[in-house]
């Protein structure tokens, strides 16, 4: 079959049977900023939009295999990677981007579910940090995540997000999104940060509405911003005005 010369971003990550989460919201951000997607599925989960019942893993190797398919039929421009669950599916996934150096990867590290529930086994965070971040363009910790990745308490100000933050960034990745979503006040700030540069702060009103899958949304959509070519800056900062547009639709 001959090569898709669409852009395509590639979406690696776990199923959601609810829809609100997972690749199925991937997708729809994708195609809203007119993308087309392709898939490596990592996980099937059994969910509602409040629990998480059941997850079945899927091997490793049918993860990889799975990913080089989607490469060799598409014209993949960008990958998404979210759940991603144990350390052997973190190595595989590990393996393909080496294989693919050019193309900007974005690292959603997803450790747990909205309930609560985790998502990623203990050996597992590990292995991200040392084998897969530092593969990837941008990794995009929320501040709950970001505590788990460096064995820190939840930051409570600016000063903690960015000590937390520089620790990872020593870890390899290029770049990190450290979400405020999970802060308090009344606005929401997420730091992109980098080596050798000064933070940069993207600052939205913080909404009283809930919303499952933003932060699929938001690495979606900066993928699919990269996947335009545009500068990573500017990815963000379109991707947040885009998951800040759902949240004013949820919350009106």
Known sequence: ????????????????????????????????IGLRSCLAVTAVTVQTHGAVKDILHLQPGLVADQMRAALQANEVAAIKIGMLATAPTIAAVAAVLSENPRLPAILDPVLASSSGRP?????????????????CRLVTPNLIELAVLTGSQLAVNDEDILRQGRRLLAAGPRALLLKGGHGAGASSTDILLSSGREPIRFDMPRLAASMRGTGCMLASAIAAHLARANPLEDSVRGAKQRVFEKLMQASA
């Open 1 to 32: 079959m001959a090569l898709n010369r669409d852009p395509h971003v590639l979406v690696v990550g776990g199923s959601d049977s609810s829809g609100g989460a997972g690749i199925a919201r991937d997708i729809e951000t994708i195609s809203s």
């Open 119 to 135: 998502l990623v086994e203990p050996d597992a965070v590990d292995v991200m940090k040392r084998d897969l971040m530092p593969l």
